[in-house]
């Protein structure tokens, strides 16, 4: 059993985290404090989608230049490869265009896709975490609080007020 | 001498070297790690840096309201526009190939990407030059001296 | 049908699955900078209308020819994102699309009277691309292209929810609780996304339903399906997760709750669907045990619970959405039978419920314009002012009690006969049961409108206050359709039964 | 885990470190050290991410979660308030309850996951290796990233921008712009 989970902390730290986030939501009452709990929620989905792509011994998947004129303009071709020759620090000789498909297969990346993905859930995170906090600010200036139980009373009030005009 | 002397001075020599790297971020993107969004975000930081040290007035002279809400709405027109231009000349909605005849260097796709991380770059920084202005411009809650 | 589609040229049919959704994007981001509230309708409702010609096409492709898939960026499915249309999905487009036309036409009065004059454009973009979104969770056959697009309709509905705080304040706490319990719900699914992305390492919805039964077994399999039942049950308000949804739908502008009540939820229990039989296989055994105690029970609960909770609203919106809630239940009873003749019901009761809501929350807002009125007992005596309104919204209630002549009834008899024939007895009985709860709070607000006197403050201005016809037109429309389609229900009866077949036969089988 | 690298360690301390940050976020009831700490935490995850090989989402992570968001945060907490109440008995324990219904469902599923870096887990032996392989023959750009974040799924990138728009239109409906003074009070 230690064994299963050694090999698996990663997911267990995620899953730790998401717990604390999901925690911060449902526990406090300040409006602004369960928006920062939503965002730590959501951050943590992002290291669960990251640590899969992860590859042991593996390079970010930004494969070395390769020149882009194995058909005509070989001198423009020559430039771009002898410039990017100090990113391809592991290739031994120059790279040409055939050879970066065959060359990309040895070197070992982690995989391009959960990097994608989570791009656009940053992207979302901020999203709702802007629109939440225009409403927050909102909520403050018409109610005075931002904590929720204050709120209801106040809006139990004028129910109460209203139901027995 | 006026407040934040040395405040001033340096950021009128940093503001315009973030935005630059900003630009670079967005041009370099298929190169290195980078793109429309942290493009973006970084030139508006350097807005936003602007605004703090020089009030937001002076900023919104700068980058006026009105500038910002057409660049939101500009981004997502380049990046649709860029599809719908991939429909008109007849493949697939998002096809860059058909943007530039030479496919063996694929510079449509080249191209493509170019165009639709612009349209990126312009509303992300947009988006959050309104974000700011929205919340800026609302009286501080909390007077100055508390803090 | 056919006339409608024939209209549009053959290039454009093709690429008709990416314009629909691109049309009111780049629409939305066209009325946002213009100048005045008339011109964002005008090009709200161009938009709509280019959407639902390109729905019908869509439909009609799919009826004669099967599945219609379109590959984003010319990249084959597993590398690229595809949109994927059958039957299931057809029946969605067909109501967002109609429900979006007539809610816009049905816009310019009531916003015109609700929104401050200088955020009219600003609205209306936020209600383009919040129609895009619907659209988009819809049509699109990627997981996590779903997400993106159930994203894309969150934020602007939590947006447009909280536009109703310049007539009540407490639009805000709703809108920013809606949107504490969207964005769970989101993430929730972008969880079971993951673990199923984990588990079989595509994100392509076909491709990966072929992948998963040889994975029956794996507990990752079983933690993704709980996350993302969950996580779109959240969003479909479904029976123990809809709190979000009586204020949401209660404070927020009248055009805005028209058109949500008709179409969100529906969107939300589709995915639920596709979901369950596409993705994942009713065979799997904590598929199989689900499909009872989870949709089934869960359903009838909702059904009896939300609509005695309706019965004690005092304020009209609030009722009629807490009567939502209830009819979601039915959806999910018609889904927990997990036979075709279940979904198939499940699918008619969407698309009648639509109608029905529609008519009734239009006729609630043309209320509303005249006399802006909250708590049924401000409803007294409109039969004599607005008789027009009253009829539509008569017929709207009628059908949500299931009335024969009103469409409500089919829905109600299909639900009761797949019941039958699986054998759960108790499953009609809650159906009675629950339509009798209905009788009680439509018999309330009819008798409250028809029979009661009018306030005596109101004497005055009660002479003849007529809706205005930009709100009448697509009431009545609703209201026709809903005794209409009960003289004519093949239409809407065929495409819920190709959408139960194509739910049935789409996925790995 | 065969041999034992080095940079394990760094993410051991890393990870170690966003517990603990984490944690104290959810503790604290000073809104400002809570906005400040979730900068910090952004930045933590930033260099984890980086060390996960992800280089395009730590340098997002940095620029959007540690600048903007922490921005965006301490000007809204200057809008509204600085402290937080404290946590109720009641809530406290409902949201532990909730925590722990869906902790148990997360833990059942982790024997089952596959092994942390495993370069033959279904994820990372298919659709995303495939990138890697066809970028490029299809699309000659080097960072395989952009070219799947624009050309391959660049409808997905398309939707976010819309979703960027959509947050930017509910903060100009929601708070308004409120552009110059002179120019006329656009409210």
């Known amino acids: 059993m ?4 050694a090999e698996r902390f990663n997911f267990i730290i995620v899953i730790i985290l998401m717990m604390t986030g999901l925690y911060a939501v449902v526990a406090t009452g300040n409006l602004v404090k369960r928006l920062v709990g939503l965002s730590l929620f959501q951050t943590s989905v992002f290291f669960l989608y990251i640590t899969i792509g992860k590859v042991f011994g593996g390079q970010p998947p930004i494969l070395p230049e390769y020149s882009e004129g194995h058909g005509g303009g070989d001198t423009y071709g020559g430039d771009v490869v002898a410039a990017s020759d100090y990113a391809t620090d592991a290739a031994a000789s120059s790279v040409s265009h055939a050879d970066a498909g065959h060359y990309a297969a040895e070197a070992i990346y982690s995989n391009p896709l959960p990097h994608v993905l989570i791009l656009t859930a940053i992207v979302v995170g901020v999203a709702t975490l802007s629109v939440g906090l225009a409403l927050v600010v909102r909520i403050r200036e018409t109610y005075g609080t931002i904590e929720d139980e204050a709120i209801n009373q106040a809006d139990y009030a004028i129910d109460s007020a209203r139901r027995n005009t | 001498m006026s407040p934040h002397l040395v405040l001033r001075v340096v950021s009128k020599l940093l503001i315009p070297l973030i935005v630059i790297f900003g630009l670079y971020v967005h ?96 509303t992300v920084f947009a988006v959050m030059m309104a974000i700011f202005y929205a919340f800026a411009g609302r009286a501080p809650d909390i007077p100055e001296g508390e803090w | 049908m056919e006339f409608l589609a024939s209209l549009l040229p053959a290039s454009l049919v093709t690429h008709a699955p990416a314009i629909i959704v691109v049309t009111p994007l780049m629409m939305a981001a066209v009325a946002a900078i213009m100048p005045n509230g008339r011109l964002g309708w005008g090009v709200t409702l161009i938009s709509t209308m280019v959407s639902a010609l390109l729905a019908i096409a869509i439909i009609v492709d799919v009826q004669t020819g099967g599945v219609v ?195 969100a939820t529906k969107v939300a229990f589709y995915t639920l669907v596709r979901f369950l039989f596409d993705v994942f296989w009713p065979e799997a055994p904590f598929v199989e045990v689900s499909f009872l105690w989870v949709f089934a029970i869960l359903g009838i609960i909702g059904m009896i619970v939300a609509s005695v909770q309706a019965v004690f609203q005092d304020d009209a919106r609030r009722l009629l959405a807490f009567s939502s809630v209830g009819q979601v239940g039915y959806m999910m009873l018609g889904l927990g039978m997990g036979t075709a003749a279940g979904v198939s019901a499940s699918m008619l009761h969407l698309v009648n419920h639509a109608m029905m809501k529609g008519a009734l929350f239009m006729a609630l807002g043309a209320f509303a314009i005249r006399f802006g009125v909250r708590r049924i007992s401000d409803l007294n005596g409109f039969s004599r002012s607005m008789p027009f309104t009253s009829v539509a919204f008569t017929i709207g209630g009628l059908s949500l009690v299931g009335v024969p002549m009103t469409v409500g009834f089919w829905s109600k008899w299909y639900l009761g006969v797949a019941a039958l024939e699986n054998g759960w007895w ?57 005794i209409w389609f009960f003289f004519q229900p093949e239409f809407l009866i065929s495409m819920a039964n190709a959408a139960a077949e194509a739910a049935f036969s789409g996925g790995a089988r | 885990m065969t041999e034992f690298d080095w940079t394990q360690l760094l993410d051991y301390a890393l990870m170690a470190m966003l517990l603990a940050v984490g944690i104290a976020i959810v503790r604290l009831r000073n809104l400002f050290a809570a906005v400040m700490l979730m900068g910090v935490y ?23 979660g540690a600048g903007i968001s922490t921005v965006l945060m301490l000007a809204a907490m200057l809008l509204t308030a600085r402290e937080a109440e404290p946590v109720k008995a009641i809530r406290h324990w409902a949201a532990l309850i909730v925590v722990s219904v869906a902790g148990a469902a997360l833990f059942y599923a982790v024997g089952d996951m596959p092994v942390y870096g495993d370069p033959n887990s279904p994820a990372n032996s298919y659709v995303g290796m495939d990138y890697i392989t066809s970028t490029p023959n299809e699309i000659a750009i080097p960072n395989v990233v952009t070219a799947v974040l624009a050309s391959y799924r660049g409808f997905d990138t398309f939707g976010e921008t819309v979703v960027i728009f959509a947050a930017g239109l509910g903060v100009m409906l929601l708070l308004g712009l409120n552009p110059g003074k002179k120019k006329g009070d656009e409210e």
């Open chain 1, 2 to 5: 230690i064994e299963i989970l």
């Open chain 3, 69 to 263: 898939s379109y590959a984003m960026g010319g990249w084959a499915p597993p590398a690229g994102i595809e949109f994927r249309i059958d039957g299931l999905n057809a029946v969605l487009l067909l109501v967002i699309a109609s429900l979006g036309l007539l809610s816009v036409i049905y816009a310019l009065p009531s916003v015109a009277d609700e929104i401050e004059k200088s955020r009219q454009s600003l609205f209306y973009s936020a209600f383009l691309v919040c129609f895009a979104g619907l659209i988009g969770v819809a049509i699109t056959g990627d997981a996590f292209n779903m997400f993106v697009f159930l994203e894309i309709s969150s934020i602007s509905t939590y947006v447009l929810v909280g536009m109703g705080a310049e007539r009540d304040r407490r639009a805000l706490t709703a809108a920013y609780n809606y949107l504490i319990l969207g964005t769970i719900g989101a993430t929730f699914f972008v969880i079971g996304v993951g673990f199923l992305y984990m588990a079989t390492g595509t994100l392509n919805m076909a491709d990966m339903s072929s992948r998963l039964p040889d994975l029956s077994d794996s507990r990752v399999v079983q933690a993704a399906f709980a996350f993302i039942i969950v996580g779109l049950g959240l969003k479909a308000a479904m029976f123990p997760l809809h709190l979000w949804l009586p204020n949401a739908y209660a404070y927020a502008p009248n055009f805005v709750t028209s058109f949500l009540a008709s179409t």
């Open chain 4, 42 to 64: 952004s930045l933590i995850s930033a260099a984890w991410f980086v060390s996960l090989d992800a280089v395009d989402v730590a340098f997002t992570e940095a620029a959007v």
């Open chain 3, 426 to 482: 108790w499953a009609v009985v809650a159906l009675i049961l629950s339509s009798l709860i209905a009788l009680t709070y439509v018999a309330r607000m009819l008798a409250a409108i028809w029979v009661a006197e009018p306030h005596h403050d109101r004497t005055g201005a009660i002479a003849h206050a007529r809706a205005p016809w930009l709100m009448l037109a697509p009431m009545w429309i609703l209201a026709i359709a809903n």
């Open chain 2, 27 to 122: 041009f370099h993107g298929d190169y290195s790690p980078g793109g429309g969004f942290q493009a973006g975000v970084i030139v508006a930081a350097a807005v936003i840096l602007y605004a703090l040290i020089f009030g937001v007035d002076s900023a919104k002279q700068a980058v006026p309201t009105w500038f910002v809400k057409f660049l939101a709405a500009f981004g997502v027109l380049l990046y649709g526009g860029t599809g719908v231009a991939t429909l008109v000349l007849g493949a697939n909605f998002l096809d860059y190939d058909v943007l530039h005849p030479d496919l063996a260097h694929h510079s449509g796709q080249h191209i493509g990407i170019i165009l639709v991380e612009l349209g990126v770059l312009s």
